[in-house]
């Protein structure tokens, strides 16, 4: 099994350009999300999905758009893009088994210029 | 809202001591807690997820403990070593299904 995997690993965009960050997993994990990380900050959540079809908002959901299409994708897409969203991003999935441990992917770092 | 906290927010060891990273939460109806390694610029690796009925769990020189009543985990590690030197994170899933990231705490063990 791959895991988690993102695409790209490192990107940077001018101000107001779009983009999509890609995530896949191989383990038909129902459960994916994804987190920004930044300095003295910590993990915060952006948005999730509990199965194809299906989304929510997390902690700071506002600038990023998600879709489930597949169990095994779930990609994040940046309509304008703005400096403070340079950070890095990372794609989780979690199993159904009754322990909920997440699985990371390697992470994309964004910068925003 | 539940909050994570870890301290401490660094920590500097020379190599072969034993070491305690604090892990604490705000609202103790949790239905687990998972330990990661993060390695600068690298993904987060799972090292240990301790379900809310359990109290503690152990993998190699690695030891976590979970007191929900307190609010309170800690990772224990044992004999450290220089490749022991990254970030270490604690989670929390909430009722909900979401998890709660604490800052982290970094640690450097010097041979």
């Known amino acids: 099994n791959a895991g988690v995997t993102q695409t790209p690993k490192f990107q940077v965009l001018k101000t107001g350009q779009s983009m999509t960050l890609q995530c896949a997993q191989d383990?038909?994990?129902?459960?994916m999300s994804w987190y920004r990380q930044d300095p003295g900050m910590g993990l915060r959540l952006i948005h999730y999905s509990v199965g194809a079809g299906i989304t929510d908002q997390g902690e700071v959901p506002n600038g990023y758009n998600v879709s489930r299409s597949t169990t095994e994708d779930f990609p994040l897409r940046l309509l304008s893009a703005a400096p403070s969203q340079t950070s890095v991003y990372f794609c989780?999935?979690?199993?159904?088994?009754?322990?909920?441990?997440?699985?990371f992917g390697p992470g994309t770092r964004l910068t925003v210029t | 809202k539940q909050e994570v906290t870890q301290i401490p927010a660094a920590l500097s060891v020379p190599e072969g001591e034993n070491l305690v990273l604090n892990c604490s939460f705000t609202?103790?109806?949790?239905?687990?807690l998972q330990w990661f390694r993060q390695d600068p610029g690298k993904g987060l690796t799972s090292l240990l997820l301790i379900q809310s009925s359990q109290r503690e769990q152990t993998s190699g020189r690695l030891n976590a403990s979970l007191d929900k009543s307190s609010g309170r985990s800690t990772l224990y590690i044992a004999a450290s070593q220089p490749g022991d030197s990254a970030t270490y994170l604690c989670a929390v899933c909430v009722y909900g299904q979401n998890f709660v990231f604490g800052p982290g705490t970094r640690l450097s063990v010097l041979p």
């Open positions: 383990m038909n994990h129902e459960y």
């Open positions: 989780a999935s979690r199993n159904a088994d009754g322990t909920y441990e997440q699985y």
């Open positions: 609202d103790s109806a949790i239905y687990n």
